[in-house]
Antibody, heavy 122, light 108 residues
Framework: QVQLVQSGAEVKKPGASVKVSCKAS????????IHWVRQAPGQGLEWMGW????????NYAQKFQGRVTVTRDTSISTAYMELSRLRSDDTAVYYC???????????????WGQGTLVTVSS | DIQMTQSPSSLSASVGDRVTITCRAS??????VNWYQQKPGKAPNLLIY???SLQSGVPSRFSGSGSGTDFTLTISSLQPEDFATYYC??????????FGQGTKLEIK
């Protein structure tokens, strides 16, 4: 079965960087986009960006441009999200999710990682 | 950017009730809407894609409708396990995928 397993919780100081991993199994890694979504405590879902694991191409929400980098290592079916210049309001659970196309046209997120809590505190 | 606005933000209902949640897009998005359910401490779960197509494994009491700018998620007969937060998402303005702010469904 499709499974996305993320790395463990992180505590970082303001100004530092964090790198979260997302290891995929149960499907061909390069055939599906990987998205990153975050959720601040008590708040809604916020889409951050995606990577095409086949080409390595990426796209990011404007809010995170210049601070977020999504990469992948196809040899171990793992995607990474690195967020730099962390601030206290970056404290959130970060999810990876698999993007699929249905009916050839509709893109949605059908499988999700368990989430990684990143706490930014001095 | 396309904004997705859900209403209501919260809703109280009883087991067996029929419930409708609304999502409005800031511009027309055809039928490029997905719906997700999220329970506390868990990752979201895809319910509906393409505005009205039921994701495999999702109970048939869930249904979606709409096109253009106005969309609805309906639960025909609420079950105890349906109390959760629901999010709409647009997939029209790719490569961007924005979510609504969520609707929390609580037990009355």
């Amino acid at each position: 079965q499709v499974q996305l397993v993320q790395s463990g919780a992180e505590v970082k100081k303001p100004g530092a960087s964090v790198k979260v991993s997302c290891k995929a199994s149960g499907y061909t890694f390069v055939d599906y986009y990987i998205h990153w979504v975050r959720q601040a405590p008590g708040q809604g879902l916020e889409w951050m960006g995606w990577i095409n694991p086949n080409s390595g191409g990426t796209n990011y929400a404007q809010k995170f441009q210049g601070r977020v980098t999504v990469t992948r290592d196809t040899s171990i079916s793992t995607a990474y999200m690195e967020l730099s210049r962390l601030r206290s309001d970056d404290t959130a659970v970060y999810y990876c999710a698999r993007g699929i196309y249905s009916s050839g046209t509709y893109h949605s997120f059908d499988s999700w990682g368990q989430g990684t809590l990143v706490t930014v505190s001095s | 950017d396309i904004q997705m606005t859900q209403s209501p933000s919260s809703l109280s209902a009883s087991v067996g009730d029929r419930v409708t949640i609304t999502c409005r897009a800031s511009q027309t998005i055809n039928t490029y809407v997905n719906w997700y359910q999220q329970k506390p401490g868990k990752a979201p779960n895809l319910l509906i894609y393409g505005a009205s197509s039921l994701q495999s494994g999702v109970p048939s009491r869930f249904s979606g409708s709409g096109s253009g700018t106005d969309f609805t998620l309906t639960i025909s007969s609420l079950q105890p396990e349906d109390f959760a937060t629901y999010y709409c998402q647009q997939s029209y303005n790719t490569p961007l995928y924005t979510f609504g702010q969520g609707t929390k469904l609580e037990i009355k």
